[in-house]
Structures are given as C-alpha cells and as structure tokens.
C-alpha cells in the first residue's frame, strides 16, 4: 500500500511561486500531479518515472514548473513558478507501483494511489 500526502498549496499572486510537495509512504515506480479546476475534469501537469528520471509535463506548464524527488526523504515536489489565474486547482499526488510506459503516464488510470489534493489559487 502507498500513502501519499500533499502539502504547501496556498493563495499567490499572478506572477508568484509555490511549492507543492507529496511524501510518500511505499515504493512507488511513476509519480505525477494532476490538477482539477472547479467545474473541470481532472487534468494531467507533470509526471516523473524513476527508472529512467523521464518527465512529462502539460505543454502550458512547460518552463514555469519544475517536477522533482528528493530521495531520501521519498518526496516528490511540484516548483509552481510564473503563476497564472488558469492554474489556480486542487492539485493531487499520483503514484504507480508500474514504471508506466509513455503513452499512458498522462492518464488518470494509469495510477493507483492519490493524494487527498492541496488547493492553489492564484489570484490576478
């Protein structure tokens, strides 16, 4: 089994950084946030495979986020930089206990356990 706890969401400034972090309890292969907007469907930003340390990220999150692991601790962390009022979303943890192929690491489906979600609003 794998616990997943998010933290470090909160109310920012267009323009301004968060720090999102997810400790893990478990071994986890694939790891990833997602993000879900009031009246949205939940929507993929970034995921990492160990592995390989092979990342992905949603093309509107590309060169403003920055995915990463510290090991020893078995956290994962999302560096939210240059925010914008679109990003605002509860942001979930994702793992997989699989090292996910490619094609499936955007997908809801492809990860067994979540997080309970850590809100980020950025205001204008």
């Known amino acids: 089994q794998v616990q997943l706890v998010e933290s470090g969401g909160g109310l920012v400034q267009a323009g301004g950084s968060l720090r999102l972090s997810c400790a893990a309890s478990?071994?986890?292969?694939?790891m990833a946030w997602f993000r879900q907007a009031p009246g949205n469907e939940r929507d993929f930003v970034a995921a990492?495979?160990?592995?390989?340390?092979?990342?992905y990220y949603k093309d509107s999150v590309k060169g403003r986020f920055t995915i990463s692991r510290d090991n020893a601790k078995n956290t994962l962390y999302l560096q939210m930089d240059s925010l914008r009022p679109e990003d605002t979303a509860i942001y979930y943890c994702a793992a997989s206990r699989n090292t996910l192929i490619t094609s499936t690491v955007r997908r809801i489906e492809s990860y067994a356990y979540w997080g309970q979600g850590t809100q980020v609003t950025v205001s204008s």
């Open positions: 478990g071994r986890t292969a694939s």
């Open positions: 990492v495979k160990w592995a390989n340390s092979n990342i």
